[in-house]
């Protein structure tokens, strides 16, 4: 089962396993990962699950779609930076087993 590694803000790692087809929010969400908040359960309405992809996870990953929903949540984002996504819209493939994300200061 692929992995990910979400750091927190203060740097404490939590690596989990996120079954293929699963969110990036469910997994943090399932594993009681501090830091994802995802107050609209993964319905990308909300920005309180974003993270920042690690520089190598970019080109796997991805950058959200210039004008999708994705894109305008993370206007209101806090701390909003080029590597920023919404967790709850990366879905777990065997090709990001290892994926490392980190977490904003806060979700609000």
């Not at 994705?70 to 919404?86: I, K, T």
Request: net charge negative.
């Amino acid at each position: 089962m692929p992995k990910v590694t979400y750091v927190e803000y203060n740097d404490a790692e939590h690596t989990v396993d996120v079954p293929i087809g699963t969110t990036v929010m469910r997994g943090a969400v399932d594993n009681n990962v501090p830091g994802i908040d995802a107050d609209c359960g993964g319905e990308c309405a909300c920005a309180t699950c974003h993270v920042y992809i690690d520089a190598a996870w970019l080109a796997k990953v991805g950058l959200p779609v210039p004008g999708s929903q994705e894109a305008a949540m993370l206007s209101f984002a806090a701390v909003a930076q080029p590597d920023s996504r919404l967790s709850c819209q990366i879905t777990m493939t065997p090709d990001l087993d290892g994926l490392l994300v980190r977490m904003p200061e806060g979700q609000h």
